[in-house]
DNA sequence: CTGAAAGCGCTTACAG
DNA sequence: CTGAAAGCGCTTACAG
């Protein structure tokens, strides 16, 4: 459906856009002048204020922050965001934590995606730092960032976000995603599983390694040497879903399925709807409906990562020097039916 | 935990940009002469051009689009995008399907967060503005945009998105709520429900008043009168839940909750996790986990609505002029257990 | 094929 | 308290 608003008016003639020269030459003062009373300087005759301000007024006058930052050092105020799909909440969320600090301090954010391709995000990050955003954050997906060297050290802060910087020492804010993987298999193994079906995303990728290292170092505890077998990839919901539907048709069917992100916890779910003899299901990231579900989850906050991420920026900005910090954040297991709600950005 | 990475390096010196007057001047040509060259125009002798290239490389050169967009026009090739909260899959999916669409036509995206609060829709908006954006794509919060006439007149294309344009002629992208959810009510008075509890949002906003509208429409239709009486108010996962649980627990209880949005929906599925005797279950709003939860919805898909938006501005760049239009995407029923899975950017 | 000049719209540094 | 000049880093328009 489309239809014409009614009494709309026809496309007007276009004016061309007032500029700080104009405002000047109507308030009968300097362009200098001018310029003092709308950027909020001082020593300015409150008459003369008042007139410039009547002029930019009546000429609509909108400063032009390309020529002012341009100016001004070349560093505008806005900050880069690198982020892999703007339709992953996880992702999004970091953006929201980071945002709300950032612009109690006078910053916007400038949010480009990657898509999940190292070709890509190479390009989005260059493109960013010639728009000169005064501090770049990224949740990367490739693993090579050698060429942010020179800009590092042109003295943009970078920051990385969920997974480590390579070859570039730059800030990171991490998960312990080893740690809480080995001690979330511990559990299962102390319920008594040992046929656990672990779900990881694709091998390359680094939080997938750190997780799967976390499942060997449970299952080499207790001796179990063929652990790898355990050990199977997806990438999304659809991959999850058929993995998990073929695992539990098999023989020797697992009686945990550990799945080791939002999106493959999606698809095991999926899968497992309406099963007669579901196994248990324990999944890497918090999600809402895991308490009605009764899933077990591996709980954090991508909205502080984000803010943490933020608070490092700021701090570099502000002029600390010195080694490239990695921060981990700590997880909490929360276990089925155990009525806990995270803190959330929207609702519970 | 925080600790340093061993072996970063100390703090280098810090170099100062080089800029196209170094590389021209290394290369032995002139500043035109290594632009050209750098921005891929034609009639430079190949020779020349390698030693340009050369140069920038040697000293790193990253060319400022500051400095670029200032001078030809003073219009970035960056878009801007206004909504709600980053931590809103809604949004953010919207913003997603506009980006994919954008950046095929070379454009990036400035995303900016009003947090619902018209005021600060309003600064931001015209922050974006002052950078020159060359599209605007706003999901209202505020119903007054007459700010936003002069620039409109500029030739700024500007599209709202979910809510329509009010006092500004401007294009806009909506889905068909009224007609969705009267449609949607019929169902449940056509298997018997009479006492259909509606969670709606806040009296004010456009998409709730539109809802509840359709809701109306359908219970007059068969005679109910006191139609009002059903109509609920609730904003976010937590009000919700708190009025669901109300009004299963007080006299004459509903049969069927309809909820009007996916924060709302959210809530009411908490209330009545584990409940005896629970009620049909009704949402607007599609969500991944619906199919699983045995819960009825209106579907329609967010990155639709954003692409078509991001469409519409493209066609006012490239020069199409006349009315606003208001383009009304349809939505669709998708009753429980019908197993039907609606297209998704993630999964499924 | 190449370059010197002017200018995009502001702010900085300096002078009065 | 106010202003004339210079310049941020590029590209446009023009000339050769």
Redesign the interface.
């Known amino acids: ?5 009614p009494g ?5 003639p ?4 007032a500029t700080l020269r104009d405002v000047a030459h109507l308030a009968g003062v300097s362009i200098k002048t001018a310029s003092r009373v709308l950027s909020g300087q001082p020593n300015v005759r409150d008459e003369t204020a008042r007139r410039v301000r009547e002029a930019a007024r009546t000429l ?1 006058f ?6 002012r ?2 100016r001004s050092g ?1 560093v ?1 105020t ?1 900050v880069g965001f690198v982020i892999g ?5 996880f992702y ?2 970091i ?2 934590g980071a ?1 709300r600090l950032l612009r109690e301090h006078g910053l ?6 990657s898509d999940e391709d190292p070709e890509r995000e190479r390009r ?1 990050t ?2 960013m ?4 955003v005064r501090a770049l954050f990224v949740v990367p997906v490739a693993d090579e960032h050698a060429y942010l060297v ?2 590092q ?3 943009t802060p970078m920051v990385f976000i969920d997974r480590p910087a390579v070859d570039v ?1 730059a800030d990171s804010i991490v998960l ?1 995603n080893r740690r809480a993987v080995r001690e979330a298999t511990e559990r299962l193994i102390a319920l008594g599983h040992r046929r656990i079906g672990l779900l990881a995303d694709r091998t390359g990728v680094w939080t997938a390694s750190e997780r799967v290292a976390g499942f060997a170092d449970a299952m080499r505890a207790v001796g179990t040497a063929d652990w790898q077998r355990w050990v199977h990839r997806a990438h ?3 991959t999850a879903r058929s993995v998990a539907t073929e695992l539990l048709a098999g023989p020797d069917a697992p009686t945990a399925l550990f799945a080791l992100n939002n ?1 493959i916890t ?2 095991v ?2 899968a497992l ?1 309406g099963a007669p003899d579901p196994p248990a299901i324990l999944g890497f990231d918090d999600f ?2 895991a ?3 009764g899933i077990s989850v591996i709980a954090h906050d991508p ?1 502080d990562l984000g803010r943490r991420a933020a608070e490092t920026a700021l701090d570099r900005l502000g002029g600390r ?8 954040l ?1 997880t909490r297991f929360i276990p089925r039916g155990s009525g806990e709600r995270p803190p959330r ?4």
């Open positions: 459906m489309t239809f014409d608003v709309a008016p026809e496309a007007a276009r004016p061309s856009r609509r909108r400063p032009n922050r390309l020529a930052d341009l070349a505008s806005a799909d703007l339709s992953n909440p999004t969320q953006a929201a945002e916007e954010l400038f949010i480009a995606t989005v260059l493109t730092l010639e728009r000169r020179p800009e050290q042109l003295g020492a312990d999304d919901v659809g999106r999606a698809g779910i999926d709807a809402e409906f308490p009605t579900l909205v020097t010195g080694m490239p910090q990695q921060i981990v700590p950005e929207h609702g519970s």
